[in-house]
């Protein structure tokens, strides 16, 4: 039952999320005033709706597996088993606070060096053990990555004090 509880809550974190993303973030993101069939906002848009649909999926799912059970009330979220535990949650906070440090530091350190020192940091978080050997992974991963997308696809990166 404490599954259903927690996919009941899942649910509802990720419609309130797509929401907000929908309503607020995209709309403050994208502005584009021409007439076109596809606006440049369709495709997050399409995106977040289809992330949402999938929340009340969930959502609704759970709940009716709850009201079978005969568990679906109000303090159904206020019992012992439905509580969350935040400090197992930590190495999640971690990672996501290591990416937005990285999206952060990209536009002052440039593109290949924050790249080789998330990856190096990644490679050691999750359970890398030699240190030169993910200094090397990721020097040749960012080398190949920056060579392809900046020769082939002609996208540019983010320079830093370095130049590239």
């Known amino acids: 039952m404490e599954k259903k509880v927690a996919d009941l809550r899942s649910g509802l974190v990720v419609m309130i999320v797509c929401a907000l993303l929908y309503f607020w973030a995209i709309p403050a993101q994208i502005r584009y005033n021409g007439q076109a069939d596809l606006n440049p906002d369709f495709f997050p848009r399409l995106l977040v709706i289809c992330g949402g649909i ?16 005969g568990r ?3 303090t159904l979220f206020r019992s012992p088993e439905a509580r969350v535990n935040l400090k197992s949650y930590m190495r999640h906070a971690l ?8 999206l952060f530091v990209v536009g002052y350190l440039g593109f290949v060096l924050a790249s080789v020192l998330y990856l190096v ?5 999750f359970g890398h053990t030699r240190i030169h050997w993910c ?22 990166f983010p320079e830093g004090f370095l130049g590239f």
Do not use: M, Q, R, W
């Open 54 to 69: 999938c929340g009340a999926i969930l959502a609704l799912t759970s709940a009716a597996g709850l009201k079978k059970a």
């Open 72 to 74: 679906l009330n109000v």
């Open 95 to 102: 990672f996501l606070a290591s990416a937005l440090a990285y």
């Open 121 to 125: 940091f990644l490679l050691l978080y």
């Open 135 to 156: 200094l090397l992974e990721s020097v040749l991963f960012v080398a190949a990555v920056y060579l392809v997308f900046s020769l082939a696809f002609k996208i540019s």
